[in-house]
């Protein structure tokens, strides 16, 4: 059994997430370290996935390069609202054939197997296109008390992207783009089968992870546990047993910086992990009421070194070309190197969305 100081186990999750000094200078090598990019909507400083490559990659970073990646070299691919690199697509067609696993909405894909022959012709014919380019010719509608209820084309639509029968294509604006998987997917791929491929995941999550939990809860978007990948370790002050990557293991000294991240980071995705390590405490505070947000509406996260040391409410206010800093809270009194970090990293992030200026007060 490996025995971890905190310390240790901070550094093998910053390095493992690419937030350490020594930074990648190439988007789909930093991907493929990362597993996958979360898409989400909110732009209120830039769209998550952009910035996440701008927290690793630097100023350089544009978001053309994502869109070049997934649209024309197809070295990367969406698949529910995650961007991952092609070269992990078997991993996720593995299986495919036999989604779902809930028998609700395998009845609602039987009844309707005419439709989904409509979809794939018209995708035959006329890829790529948006959904609302696709009649409804449902005979049974999707029935849900949420938004979704009667959403029937864009239902059947990820049905099949997660049977690996469709794929998207890219987005026109935030609407995605849907053709048939033969034209995005590689014809090559190797698919494993579905036991082999859920423990290539966990290696590979736990590899971008550093450490982890084996077991735990259930998370929106992607897990956070790694089963038996790895090899077991304590770490001081925590309750029960980690997985380690053991590759984490054998780098050499840690040099740190400092960085801003999206409150949708992976870094910081699991928050029991964040406490439980870095006595790090966040929520993402968007979908409340003004007045009872204590952080700010996306605030982002402070990585300093190998410690969680704050957050900065901060907004891109593009028609002013102002970047509004309304407040930088500290979650541990700030040294001037921290102080210096930040500011350093609020200049980048005004420069890198093309900014005029940066409102402190």
């Not at 979809?119 to 938004?147: F, H, M, N, Q, Y």
Request: charged fraction near 30%.
């Amino acid at each position: 059994m490996l025995r971890l100081t905190r310390e240790q186990a901070r550094r093998i999750a910053v390095r493992a997430q690419l937030l350490d000094a020594a930074r990648p200078d190439e988007l789909v090598t930093m991907v493929e370290q990362l597993t996958l990019l979360q898409l989400d909507p909110t732009s209120a400083v830039a769209p998550s996935a952009d910035l996440v490559c701008w927290s690793r990659l630097g100023p350089a970073y544009e978001p053309a390069q994502l869109k070049q990646a997934v649209e024309v070299d197809r070295s990367l691919f969406e698949l529910d609202a995650l961007i991952r690199p092609m070269s992990d697509i078997g991993l996720y067609l593995a299986g495919a054939a036999d989604w779902p696993e809930w028998e609700a909405r395998r009845e609602w894909l039987r009844v309707n197997e005419p439709f989904q022959r409509d979809i794939l012709a018209i995708l035959g014919e006329r890829g790529p296109v948006t959904s609302r380019d696709i009649p409804d010719t449902c005979r049974v509608p999707w029935k849900s008390t949420g938004w979704t209820n009667n959403q029937n084309v864009t239902q059947m639509l990820e049905s099949l992207m997660m049977r690996g029968q469709v794929a998207i294509a890219g987005r026109i604006g935030r609407e995605r783009l849907w053709h048939l998987a033969e034209h995005i997917y590689p014809a090559d791929a190797v698919v494993p089968a579905a036991a082999e491929a859920h423990r290539i995941k966990n290696e590979r999550r736990l590899r971008s992870l550093g450490i982890a939990r084996a077991k735990g809860t259930a998370v929106p978007v992607e897990p956070a546990i790694v089963g038996d990948a790895g090899e077991p370790a304590e770490v001081e002050g925590t309750k029960g047993v980690w997985r380690v990557d053991p590759a984490a293991l054998e780098v050499g000294d840690f040099e740190g910086r400092t960085a801003l991240l999206s409150p949708f980071d992976r870094l910081i995705h699991n928050r029991v992990r964040a406490v439980e390590l870095f006595d790090f405490e966040y929520t993402l505070e968007m979908y409340k009421p003004a007045a009872k947000r204590r952080w700010g509406y996306f605030a982002l996260p402070i990585l300093h070194g190998d410690q969680l040391v704050g957050k900065v409410d901060v907004i891109a206010d593009k028609k002013a070309s102002v970047l509004r800093v309304n407040a930088i809270h500290q979650d541990v009194k700030f040294t001037r190197a921290i102080t210096k970090g930040v500011r350093a990293e609020l200049d980048d992030l005004a420069g890198w969305l093309k900014l005029d200026k940066i409102d402190l007060s």
